[in-house]
């Protein structure tokens, strides 16, 4: 079936050690995003590629950044992480931007920071 | 700026009938989404809307009003399985998706 993967489903951390969060999708969308999300609260977009074009939120830290070496794949590198990063990390897909397409998510990555 | 609002909580038996509201105030609109979300795990789509009017799908359906700024999902037949988090999302003039921050549902035997 095609899919939204993201490794690792859990990920334990240290504050301050870099850590790297992937996702790899197998529907051949064009768009891929980065969401962080908090209990009880909305997802956040972090930023989207629309193939290779990057697009980042206003708000979002310098402390995240992401690659996306092919169509297939997409890191979120966390730089520094601090207590305040911890969240689930959802990847989501869509077959563009600008139209109604639904996002097809990933199971999400749940960051924990000691 | 741009807002979207769900009750926190709702509660409902099993059987039975819930409806979830979301108001919404965005610049500009182009469709409203409803998202299901079980605990730690990610949203999967239930259904757009971008018309007024009710979109039934099974057990679900859900309403827009474009001119209240108003929409609401419908569950009918409630399970078990139905417990979770609903999220409300829309797209704005520029095709940014504006995320409501969910519905948590508890359904009681």
Request: one cysteine or more; hydrophobic letters at 30%; glycine letters at 8%.
């Amino acid at each position: 079936d095609a899919m939204v993967i993201q490794n690792p489903r859990y990920q334990v951390t240290q504050f301050g050690k870099p850590v790297t969060l992937s996702c790899s999708q197998t529907l051949n969308h064009n768009v891929m995003y980065w969401y962080q999300q908090k209990s009880s609260q909305a997802p956040k977009l972090l930023f989207h590629y629309y193939d290779k074009d990057f697009n980042n939120e206003a708000d979002t830290p310098d402390n995240f950044q992401s690659r996306r070496p092919n169509t297939s794949f997409c890191f979120l590198d966390i730089r520094s992480p601090g207590l305040g990063d911890a969240a689930m990390y959802l990847c989501a897909t869509s077959g563009s931007t600008g139209d109604n397409s639904p996002l097809h998510f990933g199971n999400g990555t749940r960051l924990t920071v000691t | 700026g741009q807002n979207i609002d769900q009750p926190t909580e709702m509660t409902a038996t099993e059987g039975a009938i819930v409806q979830i509201n979301c108001t919404y105030q965005t610049s500009g609109f182009n469709g409203l989404f409803w998202y299901q979300q079980h605990a730690g795990e990610a949203p999967t789509f239930l259904s757009y809307n971008v018309l007024d009017g009710l979109e039934e799908k099974g057990r679900f359906s859900s309403f827009l009003s474009r001119s209240k700024g108003y929409s609401y999902l419908l569950l009918k037949e409630l399970q078990m399985k139905d417990s979770a988090s609903y999220l409300c999302a829309v797209l704005d003039s520029n095709y940014q998706l504006i995320w409501g921050a969910g519905t948590k549902l508890i359904i009681k035997p």
